[in-house]
Structure formats: structure tokens, C-alpha cells
């Protein structure tokens, strides 16, 4: 391994640790609260909405892969890293600015945010699987795509879930069948609804709108950029030296 690739290795095993905790009494009591409204919400509605996110996120990944660039190939993991970098911040930036944007244009500019932000961040995450080297006309590399996104905004017991599946994708893949209706919409927008919907709530209040917007937007880039480079690193780095942590 190189100087560069002992580092990331060191960053990797870091994250590693951070994606296998327990959930701790504040998570696990905010995971009930969020759990005790779902159940108040209409059957209807919650079918309404997984539906809406479903055909919102098809379409994304569908447009997204036809304007995407090829693989990079044969290049370093310092290199394709520092691809990556330039990504994650030229996105944070795009994120920010509309957030502030539709922040600052009151509650139905705001609502207008949340499919552009799905869309920011699915461009972003096919953006890096192709420097580091895979495929996204490939579906079960989509698939992966939306592992990550789920990782990164899910609570923590849903993360311990999702992340022994994307340690262990390699097996866990082969098994997958060749048919996107059988993702769980129902978890992967339940999960990201429950997570954002506080950040992004405030966003919506008059004069504080665009500066929250603009925060936590750049900061959910910034989390979904961190994620996917992890996920990816576990890939790209020799399997045999990953190890995945039992919970403690």
C-alpha cells in the first residue's frame, strides 16, 4: 500500500467504527418519537409519498447515467481521490446556493427544494463511482448508489443494517435480482423523510429560510460526499484488509 493509501485505509477503519454503533439513548428515543407520527399518518399518504419519492428517484438515476462520464480507468486511488474532492465541493457549493435560493423564496419555493436536492445528490454520487472506476449503466452499481445514499441519511439503527450489506456487497450483490422494484422504497424514504425533515423544517420559516438552506444543504453534501467515499474505499482497497467490526 502506499503512504496515501495507508491513510485512507486508517480514515476508513474510523468511519468504519462510527457506522457500527449502538444507537445511543438520544438516537433511539428520537427514532420512537418519529416512529409514534408515522404510525399517526395515513396509510394513503405514506403510500402517496413513497410512491412520489420512488418515481422521483427512478428518474434520476435514469437521466443521470446517460450524462455521466465514463469510468476512469487506471489511475491511482490518490488520484481518483482528488477527482472526488473536487467533486464533493463543486456539488456542497451547488447545494448551498439553491438551498439559499429556495430558502429565501418562502414555503413553496422551499417544498420546491426537496426533489433538487435528491436530484444534486444522486448526480453527485454517479459522479464518484465513475472516478473511482465503476459503471453506472450497470444496475446493480445504481443499486449501490442508493445503498450509499441510504447510509448517509439514515437513523443509526437503520445504518448498522444498510452498512453490513454494503461491507459485505461483493457476496450480498450476487443475490440481488435483476429488478429495481424490489429496493424497499418504503424504508429508503421513510428513513431519509425522518432524518431531514427537522434540518430542513426551518428552511421554511421566513427571513432564516435562504441562511438555513444554505447550511444544511451544504452540510448534507458534505456527509453524502464523505460516505460515498468510504463506501467506495472499501471496494477499491485490497478486500482482505477491510474488516467489518462487530457492533459493540
Known amino acids: 500500500m502506499t503512504t496515501y493509501e495507508q491513510q485512507a485505509y486508517i480514515q476508513l477503519e474510523f468511519w468504519q467504527h462510527r457506522m457500527q454503533k449502538k444507537p445511543s439513548l438520544g438516537n433511539r428515543i428520537a427514532k420512537r418519537l418519529q416512529t409514534k407520527l408515522n404510525n399517526i399518518i395515513p ?14 428517484i427512478k428518474g434520476v438515476l435514469f437521466g443521470a447515467k446517460h450524462v455521466t462520464k465514463a469510468p476512469l480507468a487506471d489511475a491511482s486511488l490518490q488520484m481518483r481521490e482528488a477527482y472526488v474532492k473536487e467533486q464533493i465541493e463543486f456539488y ?6 439553491e438551498g439559499a435560493v429556495t430558502g429565501a423564496g ?5 417544498l420546491a427544494d426537496f426533489p433538487i436536492l435528491i436530484g444534486i445528490k444522486i448526480k453527485l454520487l454517479f459522479e464518484i463511482a465513475a472516478l473511482y472506476g465503476y459503471d453506472v449503466h450497470d444496475y446493480k452499481e445504481r443499486l449501490y448508489i442508493l445503498y450509499i445514499f441510504q447510509l448517509a441519511f439514515s437513523s443509526q439503527q437503520e445504518r448498522n ?16 435480482p435483476d429488478d429495481e422494484q424490489e ?15 427537522l434540518a430542513k423544517m426551518a428552511q421554511l ?9 444554505a447550511v444544511v444543504n451544504y452540510r448534507l453534501l458534505n456527509q453524502l460526499g464523505e460516505t460515498a467515499m ?19
Not at 418562502?106 to 422551499?110: D, E, K, P, Q, S
Open 205 to 213: 420559516i421566513p427571513f432564516i429560510g435562504a441562511a438555513v438552506g
Open 43 to 56: 396509510e394513503k399518504v405514506h403510500a402517496a409519498i413513497t410512491t412520489a419519492i420512488e418515481k422521483m
Open 106 to 110: 418562502g414555503i413553496l419555493m422551499g
Open 161 to 176: 443494517v444498510v452498512y453490513q450489506k454494503i461491507a459485505a456487497w461483493q457476496g450480498y450483490s450476487q443475490g440481488l
Open 230 to 248: 468510504n463506501c467506495y474505499r472499501m471496494r477499491k482497497i485490497s478486500p482482505l484488509k477491510i474488516l467489518t467490526y462487530p457492533t459493540p
Open 92 to 97: 456542497k457549493r451547488t447545494a448551498s446556493v
Open 183 to 197: 429496493f424497499d422504497w418504503r424504508t429508503f424514504q421513510q428513513e431519509y423523510r425522518d432524518y431531514i425533515d
